[in-house]
């Protein structure tokens, strides 16, 4: 008989605040801790001290990895001077700038809803049900993993499931009536990855329709822009630590070689897969929709007030160096 998995004991908060003094941390306050454990939970705070473990080292003093994740491997103890409220400090940091993400998000799905509903609406007001305007591949029915797969009938069955659960004034007013739904009325109950899928979907001759808008080279730049900025808004949304958490796939900016915004930020790979990156090209979006806007000051500010922990630098953000913001780099004071 195989034997039960090893599972680690239950701890109650006093002794996990017992286990991080064990292991090194610095608790000024017991009570806070205990309080703090127990509203956000032990390995929810684990992602944000986890910098702060000492790393392990093999035997030519080079960091050892992890052959999955390829991050550096490390030890239980924390290194010298890790304060527990520096780290309730840093966690209080990463709900800030996702509420501040969600805020240059909003901007961008509200403006690329509007923009496909009036330059495909135009044509055809009912555009969004029709198969003529997708690119046939992603009419196609496929077979994956021994299924029948077809793209664009998934995309379909999850608009029909908003329309039918919207609350949407004008949703509801063409459903009681039984009236067929403008594509302009239709975006009000759209979620941003039925958006961005949408654009995918589209056709070539559509998606130039788009981009012409929208001051776009190539449509494959604006969907890889749409998709990661999906991915960080779930994060956001769902409220997944992000300031220092890094995309599998970095952000395209193919067709922006010679603009001199992005000439003059020179992003690399790392930038482009970090918050850094995914902020640049928010505030490219934001400030099209908004050229008033102050939300990249806003984003400067906040990165400036990230809590002082040595583990915790700023290139963990995708930033060239620890200096903070390059506030020169974006016009701001």
Same mark, same amino acid.
């Given at each position: 008989?195989?034997?039960?998995?090893?599972?680690?004991?239950?701890?109650?908060?006093?002794?996990?605040? %017992?286990?991080?003094?064990?292991?090194?941390?610095?608790?000024?306050?017991?009570?806070?801790?205990?309080?703090?454990?127990?509203?956000?939970?032990?390995?929810?705070?684990? *992602?944000?001290?986890?910098?702060?473990?000492?790393?392990?080292?093999?035997?030519? @003093?080079?960091?050892?990895?992890? %052959?999955?994740? @390829?991050?550096?491997?490390?030890?239980?103890?924390?290194?010298?001077?890790?304060?527990?409220? +520096?780290?309730?400090?840093?966690?209080? #940091?990463?709900?800030?700038?996702?509420?501040?993400?969600?805020?240059?998000?909003? /901007?961008?799905?509200?403006?690329? /809803?509007?923009?496909?509903?009036?330059?495909? @609406?135009?044509?055809?007001?009912?555009?969004?049900?029709?198969?003529?305007?997708?690119?046939?591949?992603?009419?196609?029915?496929?077979?994956?993993?021994?299924?029948?797969? +077809?793209?664009?009938?998934?995309?379909?069955? &999850?608009?029909?499931?908003?329309?039918?659960?919207?609350?949407?004034?004008?949703?509801?007013?063409?459903?009681?009536?039984?009236?067929?739904?403008?594509?302009? %009325?239709?975006?009000?109950?759209?979620?941003?990855?039925?958006?961005?899928?949408?654009?995918?979907?589209?056709?070539?001759?559509?998606?130039?329709?788009?981009? &012409?808008?929208?001051?776009?080279?190539?449509?494959?730049?604006?969907?890889?822009?749409?998709?990661?900025?999906?991915?960080?808004?779930?994060?956001?949304?769902?409220?997944?630590?992000?300031?220092?958490?890094?995309? %599998?796939?970095?952000?395209?900016?193919? @067709?922006?070689?010679?603009?001199?915004? #992005?000439?003059?930020?020179?992003?690399?790979?790392?930038?482009?897969?970090?918050?850094?990156?995914?902020?640049?090209?928010?505030?490219?979006?934001?400030?099209?929709? *908004?050229?008033?806007?102050?939300?990249?000051?806003?984003?400067?500010?906040?990165?400036?007030?990230?809590?002082?922990?040595?583990?915790?630098?700023?290139?963990?953000? *995708?930033?060239?160096?620890?200096?903070?913001?390059?506030?020169?780099?974006?016009?701001?004071?």
């Amino acid at each position: 008989m195989p034997s039960s998995p090893v599972i680690k004991p239950h701890l109650e908060y006093q002794e996990l605040v %017992a286990r991080l003094k064990e292991r090194g941390m610095i608790i000024p306050d017991e009570a806070r801790a205990m309080r703090k454990l127990s509203q956000i939970g032990y390995y929810r705070l684990s *992602g944000f001290w986890y910098p702060c473990r000492r790393p392990k080292f093999d035997n030519d @003093g080079k960091f050892l990895k992890d %052959a999955e994740t @390829g991050l550096p491997v490390r030890d239980d103890r924390f290194q010298d001077n890790i304060n527990f409220n +520096n780290i309730i400090d840093l966690y209080l #940091f990463d709900k800030k700038l996702r509420q501040l993400m969600l805020d240059g998000i909003e /901007r961008i799905e509200i403006y690329m /809803r509007s923009i496909i509903a009036h330059e495909i @609406g135009k044509i055809d007001p009912l555009a969004y049900e029709k198969e003529e305007f997708i690119n046939p591949k992603v009419t196609a029915t496929k077979r994956k993993n021994g299924r029948a797969v +077809n793209h664009w009938f998934e995309w379909m069955n &999850r608009l029909c499931n908003l329309i039918n659960s919207s609350k949407e004034d004008c949703i509801i007013w063409h459903r009681k009536r039984g009236l067929p739904i403008p594509f302009w %009325a239709v975006i009000e109950c759209w979620d941003y990855g039925l958006m961005s899928k949408y654009f995918d979907n589209l056709n070539g001759r559509c998606q130039q329709k788009i981009i &012409r808008r929208v001051g776009f080279a190539k449509p494959s730049t604006l969907i890889s822009w749409l998709t990661e900025i999906n991915i960080l808004r779930n994060k956001c949304a769902h409220h997944a630590r992000i300031w220092n958490r890094a995309s %599998a796939n970095p952000i395209s900016l193919k @067709g922006f070689e010679t603009d001199p915004y #992005f000439q003059s930020l020179n992003l690399d790979l790392e930038a482009r897969r970090r918050i850094y990156g995914q902020a640049a090209v928010i505030w490219y979006f934001v400030r099209k929709i *908004g050229p008033s806007s102050d939300w990249i000051k806003r984003f400067a500010d906040l990165v400036d007030s990230k809590p002082a922990l040595e583990p915790c630098p700023y290139t963990a953000m *995708g930033f060239p160096d620890n200096s903070g913001f390059p506030r020169e780099l974006f016009g701001i004071d």
